[in-house]
């Protein structure tokens, strides 16, 4: 009890909260190994006044939480890598790091980009190793300045636009894990910390592309708002002033315009007559199938074919639809048969149509 209260003392006035499963480890010395999978058993402690990287990242997030969580006792991976072997992460050694046994390759790639983000640099993946059963053993990861651009891209002369800036340098950092069948574990088998090139500030790390992400409570928040109309960069503003500043939010405007691009493709390309909800109501529901088409009041100008039945709720549902090139009879079988084809072979015992003639031929 005596130890909880001290470390409650050294948190920074500004947080609120307790993150009673973020670690210390090892800090008697023992020589034994650390494993991922002891996270969570003692308090974290900070002793050292010195404010470095993983200090402010480490306050900057839980009064981050604070604000946009209310302290929810939830944490970030920074928080449960802060401190390993009872040492601070720029602090650590490949030796340190050879004696960590990694659950998965996930584990290690978590750590590897804590501690990137606590130092100063973006990480990229690297080379993969599999065994004959296409298993992976080895994983590799690397600054994301490693190596150098190619020369065929320096001299190409028949540009349409300016070269990006030049970003690899030739850094030698890098972090590999391989496989222990022995212990069942991953463990570090490389580890370079040096770096040639200057490394960001505690206020520009997190704009490093691998510390960029929107996270799923982010997302939610602005499919609500998206929702009742709210457009895209107003959103951004909002989510900024929540978080009290850009330095809060954890990703760039262009990250959030490209998760809500990725999301709108990813619902067009399930979003066929496949879908497993309307397959399920087809095979309750699917009895009867109106059949109907909106002549070209859609923003491409074609017919739009909605595929439709009634449930026992007397609730309008939709099978699937359809974006046709023409009227004929040959696209709507096509349309009938791709339908009953997706949907287990089963035939409806009736068809409602509008009364067009190709429409009937087809049925």
Request: charged share 30%; net charge neutral.
């Amino acid at each position: 009890m005596e130890l909880m209260a001290e470390a409650r003392t050294k948190l920074p006035e500004a947080c609120t909260c307790f993150a009673p499963e973020v670690s210390i480890y090892e800090v008697g010395g023992t020589g034994l190994p650390w494993r991922a999978k002891d996270k969570g058993k003692a308090p974290l402690i900070e002793t050292n006044s010195d404010t470095s990287n993983e200090d402010y990242i480490g306050q900057a997030n839980d009064v981050s939480m604070g604000q946009r969580d209310n302290c929810d006792d939830t944490h970030t991976d920074e928080q449960d890598w802060r401190t390993v072997l009872g040492k601070r992460l720029h602090d650590l050694s490949y030796a340190d790091v050879s004696r960590i046994e990694f659950k998965s390759i996930a584990d290690g790639d978590d750590f590897y980009n804590a501690y990137a983000k606590f130092v100063g640099f973006s990480v990229r993946k690297d080379d993969v190793k599999r065994d004959k059963n296409n298993t992976v053993i080895s994983r590799r990861w690397v600054c994301a300045k490693e190596g150098f651009r190619k020369i065929k891209h320096e001299e190409t002369m028949d540009r349409k636009r300016d070269p990006k800036p030049m970003t690899r340098c030739g850094c030698m950092a890098a972090f590999r894990m391989k496989y222990d069948q022995k212990s069942n574990e991953w463990k570090a088998v490389e580890f370079a910390s040096d770096h040639n090139h200057e490394l960001a500030s505690v206020s520009d790390v997190q704009f490093l592309r691998s510390h960029r992400k929107v996270g799923e409570s982010d997302k939610a928040q602005v499919q609500a708002l998206r929702s009742v109309g709210v457009k895209t960069s107003q959103i951004m503003d909002h989510l900024v002033h929540q978080s009290g500043g850009y330095e809060n939010v954890g990703f760039t405007r262009k990250d959030l315009y490209n998760s809500i691009d990725m999301d709108r493709m990813s619902k067009i390309s399930h979003g066929d007559a496949e879908d497993s909800q309307s397959r399920l109501d087809y095979a309750h529901f699917g009895d009867v199938l109106a059949f109907d088409t909106t002549y070209r009041t859609n923003a491409y100008k074609k017919p739009l074919v909605i595929l439709v039945g009634v449930n026992h709720h007397m609730q309008t549902t939709i099978f699937g639809c359809a974006l046709l090139v023409d009227e004929t009879v040959k696209t709507y079988t096509w349309v009938l048969k791709t339908l009953i084809g997706a949907m287990n072979n089963k035939m409806p015992m009736s068809v409602v149509t509008d009364g067009d003639k190709a429409m009937r031929a087809a049925y």
